[in-house]
């Protein structure tokens, strides 16, 4: 539909148009005028049969009466002058109730004698009708006396419609021929006026191909008598105006793109070189960061790891104080025996003093170097961790007692409680140092921080396996919570509460580091202010087991 729409010319649909209107007048027009004529004759051949009916009953009256019908017989003859009349029957009535029977007949010379017509008098009075498809007309009349009224008779008359029927016939084809002669005046009238109109139109049509294909927008269509089509020239020249201005406009607008083109390379060319040179210089500035951060890391990690060696120091002192003490006393106690012993004055009740008081040294000299041992042990794990990058095996709850045992100079003096709920048994394989550096900035960072303004205040550090190779570690405190402004920004950098009074900013950096790089693993914090805080660390560990 759409191929025929696009196919469809402007000079085939007016051809169209004009002579489907021009056939469907003229056919209602032909048929209106076929059927009136027809109307018309067949009105003057009935009036002439009814007229011929009157005269022929009014003349056959008078005869009737006779018993032979020589008479009417002589009388119909006379129809022989009337062309249309092919049969006349004249009945006669014996009595009103008896059936007409024929009394007298007329029958044109080479017309057949018609009979068994009583039935249909009364149908046929005055009524003429078709009959044998049309060749002729059948009617009848009533015969009266006209003295004394009474009805005598019937008169049967037969016409002729061959006149007619050649009348009708002249008309139709009279028709035709004239609805043919007027079909082709107006086709002729309609090729000349759709040149009329489609002439100007298909050569607008052409002008614009031809100012399309040659971009020739200064050209400019003629104009038309015919209004409309003035009209769309008018139309056609104003859009090539336009599109001759919009043509100039984007000359010129591309010419100047040409040249901020051209401006735009060298500037980009230009602030391309700058661009490298600075992003040189950012790259170096930032390996110079970098090799920065990770100096303060690790002057933060040595700074903690001799706050560790100062207190385990200071740890171990008292214990090898006392042993030395304990020592001192047993070398005294010891000359005055061996004095005694050599002079002979050694009595038993000195002896068993001096070995009493000898045994109590003894085990206080053990009791404090053990606890010395224990104590440098711990810290050699803890250092050693905190320096080293393998992975080891270690009891989960074992790494925390060290951790713990190692900040005992610094927690000692505080009421701080710190709670360890973890599987005694659970034992993992991974980076021990990373887990003592977070743990320990953890823990400070509440006692710095969190536990400020406490006196007591509480820590709980649980682990758990969340799965086979991943290990869950929650460190929750219960100290003044985090500022929201704080907490958003407590992983970055040089971020800290205590500016100006001892704090870098770099302890949750620190651990956020270790988790993420070292570890592998995320940390997520929750926090409210004034309801403690919450770091839940997940990281990824290996041959993870408990015993049963």
Same mark, same amino acid.
């Given at each position: 539909?759409?191929?025929?729409?696009?196919?469809?010319?402007?000079?085939?649909?007016?051809?169209?148009?004009?002579?489907?209107?021009?056939?469907?007048?003229?056919?209602?027009?032909?048929?209106?005028?076929?059927?009136?004529?027809?109307?018309?004759?067949?009105?003057?051949?009935?009036?002439?049969?009814?007229m011929?009916?009157?005269?022929?009953?009014?003349?056959?009256?008078?005869?009737?009466?006779?018993?032979?019908?020589?008479?009417?017989?002589?009388a119909?003859?006379?129809?022989?002058?009337?062309?249309l009349?092919?049969?006349?029957?004249?009945?006669?009535?014996?009595?009103?109730?008896?059936?007409?029977?024929?009394?007298?007949?007329?029958?044109?010379?080479?017309?057949?004698?018609?009979?068994?017509?009583?039935?249909?008098?009364?149908?046929?009075?005055?009524?003429?009708?078709?009959a044998?498809?049309?060749?002729?007309?059948?009617?009848?009349?009533?015969?009266?006396?006209?003295?004394?009224?009474?009805?005598l008779?019937?008169?049967?008359?037969?016409?002729?419609?061959?006149?007619?029927?050649?009348?009708?016939?002249?008309?139709?084809?009279?028709?035709?021929?004239?609805?043919?002669?007027?079909?082709?005046?107006?086709?002729?009238?309609?090729?000349?006026?759709?040149?009329?109109?489609t002439?100007?139109?298909?050569?607008?049509?052409?002008?614009?191909?031809?100012?399309?294909?040659?971009?020739?927008?200064?050209?400019?269509?003629?104009?038309?008598?015919?209004?409309?089509?003035?009209?769309?020239?008018?139309?056609?020249?104003?859009?090539?105006?336009?599109?001759?201005?919009?043509?100039?406009? &984007?000359? +010129?607008?591309?010419?100047?793109?040409?040249?901020?083109? $051209? =401006? @735009?390379? %060298? #500037? *980009?060319?230009?602030?391309?070189?700058?661009?490298?040179?600075?992003?040189?210089?950012?790259?170096?500035?930032?390996?110079?960061?970098? &090799?920065? +951060?990770?100096?303060?890391?690790?002057?933060?990690?040595? $700074? =903690? @790891?001799? %706050? #560790? *060696?100062?207190?385990?120091?200071?740890?171990?002192?008292?214990?090898?104080?006392?042993?030395?003490?304990?020592?001192?006393?047993?070398?005294?106690?010891?000359?005055?025996?061996?004095?005694?012993?050599?002079?002979?004055t @050694?009595?038993?009740?000195?002896?068993?003093?001096?070995l009493?008081?000898?045994?109590?040294?003894?085990?206080?000299?053990?009791?404090?170097?053990?606890?010395?041992?224990?104590?440098?042990?711990?810290?050699?794990?803890?250092?050693?961790?905190?320096?080293?990058?393998s992975?080891?095996?270690?009891?989960?709850?074992?790494?925390?007692?060290?951790?713990?045992?190692?900040?005992?100079?610094?927690?000692?003096?505080?009421?701080?409680?710190?709670?360890?709920?973890?599987?005694?048994?659970?034992?993992?394989?991974?980076?021990?140092?990373?887990?003592?550096?977070?743990?320990?900035?953890?823990?400070?960072?509440?006692?710095?921080?969190?536990?400020?303004?406490?006196?007591?205040?509480?820590?709980?550090?649980?682990?758990?396996?969340?799965?086979?190779?991943?290990?869950?570690l929650?460190?929750?405190?219960?100290?003044?919570?985090?500022?929201?402004?704080?907490?958003?920004?407590?992983?970055?950098?040089?971020?800290?509460?205590?500016?100006?009074?001892?704090?870098?900013?770099?302890?949750?950096?620190?651990?956020?580091n270790?988790?993420?790089?070292?570890?592998?693993?995320?940390?997520?914090?929750?926090?409210?202010?004034?309801?403690?805080?919450?770091?839940?660390?997940?990281f990824?560990?290996?041959?993870?087991?408990?015993?049963?």
């Open positions: 539909m759409t191929d025929n729409a696009v196919k469809l010319s402007i000079r085939s649909l007016f051809l169209w148009v004009v002579m489907s209107i021009t056939t469907f007048s003229l056919a209602i027009l032909s048929t209106l005028a076929v059927y009136t004529q027809i109307e018309t004759y067949r009105n003057e051949l009935e009036s002439n049969a009814i011929l009916a009157k005269l022929v009953a009014k003349s056959a009256s008078t005869y009737l009466y006779d018993e032979t019908p020589e008479r009417i017989e002589s119909l003859s006379n129809l022989s002058a009337a062309e009349v092919l049969n006349a029957h004249v009945y006669k009535l014996q009595s009103k109730s008896a059936e007409p029977q024929i009394f007298a007949s007329y029958n044109r010379e080479g017309e057949l004698l018609l009979g068994g017509k009583e039935g249909q008098l009364a149908p046929l009075f005055m009524t003429p009708q078709f044998d498809n049309g060749q002729y007309f059948e009617l009848s009349a009533k015969v009266f006396d006209n003295d004394a009224n009474i009805q008779g019937w008169i049967y008359l037969r016409v002729s419609s061959d006149n007619f029927n050649d009348l009708v016939g002249e008309s139709i084809w009279l028709n035709i021929a004239v609805a043919l002669l007027l079909l082709a005046i107006s086709f002729y009238s309609a090729v000349r006026l759709q040149r009329v109109v002439g100007p139109v298909e050569d607008i049509a052409s002008f614009l191909q031809r100012t399309s294909r040659q971009r020739d927008y200064s050209a400019r269509a003629e104009r038309s008598s015919i209004r409309e089509l003035d009209i769309l020239a008018d139309a056609v020249n104003v859009m090539l105006f336009r599109m001759q201005e919009y043509m100039q406009k &984007q000359r +010129q607008a591309e010419e100047q793109h040409r040249k901020l083109n $051209a =401006s @735009l390379e %060298d #500037m *980009v060319s230009h602030r391309t070189t700058a661009l490298k040179d600075a992003n040189q210089e950012l790259i170096q500035t930032l390996e110079k960061l970098h &090799q920065f +951060q990770r100096q303060i890391v690790q002057n933060e990690k040595m $700074a =903690s @790891l001799g %706050d #560790m *060696v100062a207190g385990v120091a200071h740890e171990v002192n008292t214990p090898i104080g006392l042993g030395v003490t304990a020592s001192t006393m047993m070398l005294d106690r010891l000359e005055v025996i061996q004095k005694d012993f050599d002079n002979k @050694l009595k038993a009740s000195a002896m068993k003093r001096f009493d008081e000898s045994k109590e040294n003894l085990n206080i000299i053990y009791r404090n170097l053990n606890r010395a041992a224990e104590l440098i042990s711990s810290f050699k794990q803890v250092a050693v961790d905190q320096t080293s990058e992975s080891r095996s270690f009891c989960v709850v074992q790494l925390v007692n060290e951790i713990l045992l190692s900040l005992q100079p610094r927690l000692k003096k505080l009421k701080h409680n710190i709670n360890v709920n973890c599987d005694p048994t659970l034992n993992v394989e991974t980076k021990a140092g990373p887990i003592n550096q977070i743990l320990i900035n953890l823990i400070m960072n509440s006692v710095i921080h969190g536990f400020e303004s406490m006196e007591e205040g509480t820590i709980d550090i649980s682990a758990e396996l969340v799965s086979d190779n991943k290990l869950k929650v460190y929750t405190d219960n100290g003044k919570g985090i500022p929201p402004e704080i907490r958003k920004r407590i992983f970055d950098p040089f971020v800290t509460t205590k500016r100006g009074q001892g704090g870098s900013g770099l302890g949750m950096h620190l651990v956020y270790l988790v993420t790089q070292a570890l592998k693993g995320s940390i997520s914090i929750t926090s409210e202010e004034g309801e403690g805080v919450e770091f839940v660390i997940v990824p560990v290996v041959n993870a087991k408990t015993s049963e």
